[in-house]
Structures are given as structure tokens and as C-alpha cells.
């Protein structure tokens, strides 16, 4: 009972001290755009809707209040599902009941409504406000829309493509990473075929592919012909002409050795209707042995040495023959927009920005990144030490994932006591940074892609999905391409020229 009331009273403590920093008579942060009138004082009502990570957090729990009392706010909440968060946001946005701060995506009908000036653009007001304006700008060119800013990102690292691999297996079959897509083949088919967890069964894959494999940001195959030399997602010359990534050379020989793994049923032969989650069961449960992936090799490894104790693993960039190439992803896990709707005057716009400011405080960086100490951390010399995993899942991650730091590359006091697979993984995610190749097409505006995007998409990934699991040869690819540009694709590559030309000038 002592040490329940001891960090209870940690908490609370906390709590005061990081938020007492507003209303004491000590220096103020100086936040360009956050100074208000002396009679304004009053606490700033802000509604906020944002994705639901993990279980929702209690209302008027000791996070949200030390972050209400911090930045002088009088929070509302509303949590949305992942699964259902875009749909939910356009019902919201269709019956004009929107928040005052709301999480958006950079998907066809957001940018539509921010060019229709549904929500303020904030760029020119960037340099009123020291955290906000201090923050890389490639981040804030990666959600432009008509070479205007109308929100600010939830920073994410720009190069997060990381081989993680069985270190163990690795070392007892003589293998190095891969880099080539013969050395891919190879050391894919040996760790498939040697029985490496010496359980007498074949159960064992060298890589293993989920649905989403050649979607979004994270696609494996874009990942891995990037790797090889190939651009990402689209490449363009000279002349301004555009090509997608999937009339390239480095894309399709990425494809046949895809192909070449399924036919000899060295990857799961399930990958086209697999989920992700169902893949990281399989990694945790000891049955593979490689994969590229955005997140951290540490926590791989702590959920695998659950069921295999002697685990090893490493990790390693992303190298192809050429060197390391990663493909630059948009650098954030959404936008924090404000909606002209419900913050109707420009005065009340800048309430919000300095909302998100202090978000970059350095008592908040250190609040949304550990949570609260004497309950979620404590300090150990030079560093802070987590105290208990489970707290933090349910009570630090669901603001850190949502609300905009950038960890301890802002702000952050005092670093947190880290393994060194868990440094290691970092260093590589931050050196990616001098390897990333960027898509050019990121924020160029096509009326084809706004209406047709989606629909084009889909044709080009269930060809190659049908192209892997031989269900069409590559005369049929071909066939499949030329759809493409006659359903929209040749429209599309002659708008991006356009309005490359055009921002160019």
C-alpha cells in the first residue's frame, strides 16, 4: 500500500510541477504566438478528434490533465477507431459537426476540402511560433496542398525501412544480409529449407509477405526495388515526364523473384488475404527469420524470447548492390488541421497553433513521450528508466501517437534508458536520412488521381498479386498495364508533368 500511495503521490506531484510552469511566477516558455492578453486568461476550449490508439483513455485522467493545465485548455476528446477513422472523418465533415482540432489524412477528399478552403492555412503563420517553426521543413513541404501548409504533421521519421533478422540463424548457417535479389533468393531459400529451429518440421520461412505488401508507404515491394535501384513509387526525368514505379526494370525483376519464392513456396502462399497481425504471430512465435519493417527490432525481440529464449536479433539498412537506398515515406502518421467551420476567427486559429506549440514544450515533449514521473518513469542519473510497460501502453501511448513531438530529437531533457538493439535500430532509422530517395509525385495535384486514384491503383496491385501466384504470365502484366493507361494511367502521367512544369516556374 506505501508504494501504490508513493506513486500515486509521484503522479500527482508530477503533475503539478510539469504544469505549474504556466502559473507560477517563474519564466514562462516563450512561445512566438502563444502570449495572450492579461485579462485573457481564461482557459481556451479545444475539441479534439484523433485515432484511437490502443484502449481510449479515462476522461480527465492525469495525462489529459497535465495537459489541459499545462497549455491553459479545457480539453474535449473524441477518440475514433484506426480501422474506421476516414469514414468517420468524412461523415463528420459531410454534417459540417467538426472539432476545433482534428486529425486528418492525406487522402483525395482531405486535400479536396482544403483547397475549397475549408481549413485555415497556417503556413504564413509558422514564424510566430519558436517549437513549430524550429521543426525540419521537408516535413511540412510533404502535406502541401497547392504549395500551401493547412495543418501541421504528427511527425514521423522520414526513412524507416529497417532489415530486422534472426541474428542466431544467421550466424549458425553462415549468412550475411542480403542485398541483391539473387543473395534474397538465397539466403531466403536456405533459411526455409534447413530446419534452422532444429524442431525435425518444415515450418520455418525466411520472409513472409501480408496483404498490404505492395501498398501505401510501407510497401515491401517498393521497399525492396528501391533497394535495388528503383524509384519510389514514381520517378522523372529531365523533361519533367513521369513513370511509375511498376514500368520500371528494378520493380519488375523485384516482382519475378516474389513470383520465384511463391512458385517454390519459400514465402506464404496465404499472402494476398493474410493480415499483418497474423504475420507478427508467426515472427513472434520463432518461425521466421527476416523482414523489412518500420518499427523497432527491440520489440520484436522481447515478445520472441517469450516462447524462444535464446533469440538473437539485428538489424541492418536497407542495401541494395548500389549501396543503401531507402524510399523517403511522408514523414508523418497524419496532419492536426483546424477547421474553419467551428474556429471561425483568426484569432481563435492562433489559440490552437499555440495549443500545438506547446506540444513542443519541453515539459510536454517529456510528458507525451514518458508520461508522468513516479508513475510511468523514474530518472536513473543521466537517464529515465520505464516502471511499468503495461501503464505506458494504456496511458502515455495513446497521446504519443497522436499528438505531435518528436521524441528526443526535440526537447527532450533527458534521454530514456534504451537496449542497444534498441539504439542500434534507431541509428540506422536516422542514417536513412542521408540514403532516402523521395516521390515526386507526393504533392502534385491530378484531377485523375483525385478521381480515379484509388480505382487505378487497385487494377495495377491485383495484376501484380495475380502476376506473383501465376495467375496471369507476363504477356498478361503487360496487358494489364496497358488497361491502366487506357483507363486513366497516360491522363495521370501527363497531370503530374503539368503541374511539376507548372511549380517548377
Known amino acids: 500500500m506505501k508504494k501504490q500511495a508513493a506513486l500515486l503521490m509521484g503522479g500527482v506531484l508530477l503533475a503539478t510541477t510539469v504544469l505549474s510552469a504556466c502559473s507560477s511566477g517563474g519564466e514562462k516558455p516563450d512561445t512566438g504566438g502563444s502570449s495572450t492578453p492579461a485579462e485573457d486568461t481564461k482557459p481556451f476550449d479545444l475539441t479534439i478528434v484523433i485515432n484511437q490508439v490502443g484502449e481510449i483513455p479515462s476522461k480527465g485522467n492525469p495525462m489529459e490533465q497535465a495537459i489541459a493545465k499545462y497549455t491553459n485548455t479545457n ?254 515515406e511522408s514523414g508523418n502518421a497524419g496532419i492536426l488541421a483546424i477547421p474553419k467551420s467551428t474556429v471561425k476567427t483568426e484569432a481563435e486559429m492562433k489559440k490552437v497553433l499555440t495549443f500545438l506549440d506547446k506540444l513542443l514544450d519541453k515539459e510536454m515533449v517529456n510528458l507525451l513521450n514518458k508520461g508522468i514521473e513516479g508513475k510511468h518513469y523514474k530518472v536513473e542519473g543521466e537517464f529515465t528508466i520505464p516502471l511499468d510497460k503495461d501503464a505506458d501502453a494504456k496511458e502515455v501511448k495513446p497521446y504519443r501517437d497522436t499528438m505531435i513531438q518528436r521524441g528526443e530529437n526535440y526537447n527532450m531533457d533527458k534521454r530514456m534508458k534504451e537496449s542497444d538493439l534498441f539504439l542500434k535500430n534507431k541509428k540506422v532509422v536516422s542514417d536513412n536520412d542521408n540514403y532516402i530517395v523521395n516521390n515526386p509525385a507526393l504533392t502534385l495535384d491530378s484531377v485523375m488521381y483525385t478521381e480515379r486514384g484509388k480505382e487505378l491503383e487497385l487494377m495495377v496491385t491485383d495484376a501484380q498479386t495475380k502476376f506473383i501466384m501465376g495467375k496471369i504470365d507476363e504477356a498478361g502484366w503487360k496487358a494489364e498495364l496497358d488497361k491502366w493507361k487506357k483507363a486513366g494511367g497516360d491522363k495521370l502521367m501527363e497531370e503530374y508533368k503539368a503541374a511539376y512544369l507548372k511549380g517548377k516556374k
Open 75 to 328: 480539453l474535449e476528446y473524441q477518440w475514433i477507431p484506426t480501422s474506421a477513422y476516414d469514414e468517420k472523418i468524412n461523415i463528420m465533415m459531410a454534417s459540417g459537426e467538426l472539432p476545433k482540432l482534428m486529425k486528418v489524412n492525406y487522402v483525395s477528399t482531405i486535400i479536396n476540402a482544403m483547397k475549397s478552403d475549408q481549413f485555415w492555412e497556417i503556413g504564413p503563420h509558422l514564424k510566430d511560433y519558436k517549437n513549430l517553426s524550429a521543426q525540419p521543413q521537408a516535413y511540412y513541404d510533404n502535406i502541401k496542398v497547392d504549395g500551401k501548409l493547412y495543418g501541421v504533421p504528427i511527425f514521423r521519421d522520414l526513412g524507416r525501412a529497417v532489415v530486422h533478422y534472426r541474428k542466431d540463424w544467421f550466424d549458425a548457417a553462415g549468412l550475411q544480409v542480403p542485398k541483391t535479389l539473387d543473395d534474397w533468393y538465397n539466403v531466403l531459400k536456405v533459411i526455409a529449407e534447413s530446419d534452422p529451429d532444429k524442431n525435425g518440421k518444415n515450418d520455418t520461412y525466411g520472409f513472409l509477405l501480408d496483404k498490404f505488401y505492395n501498398q501505401g508507404t510501407a510497401s515491401t515491394l517498393t521497399r525492396l526495388s528501391v533497394a535495388q535501384g528503383g524509384p519510389n513509387k514514381w520517378k522523372v526525368d529531365d523533361q519533367g515526364n513521369f513513370t511509375p514505379e511498376f514500368l520500371t526494370d528494378e520493380f519488375f525483376n523485384t516482382m519475378k523473384l516474389f513470383k520465384r519464392l511463391y512458385d517454390e513456396r519459400l514465402i506464404n502462399q496465404d499472402f494476398a488475404v493474410v493480415d499483418a497481425t497474423a504475420n507478427d504471430k508467426a515472427y513472434e512465435s520463432g518461425r521466421v527469420a527476416l523482414r523489412i519493417s518500420g518499427g523497432n527490432a527491440q520489440s520484436m525481440l522481447t515478445n520472441l524470447v517469450k516462447v524462444v529464449p535464446t533469440a538473437q536479433m539485428d538489424v541492418a539498412p536497407l542495401e541494395g548492390a548500389a549501396g543503401i537506398r531507402v524510399p523517403a
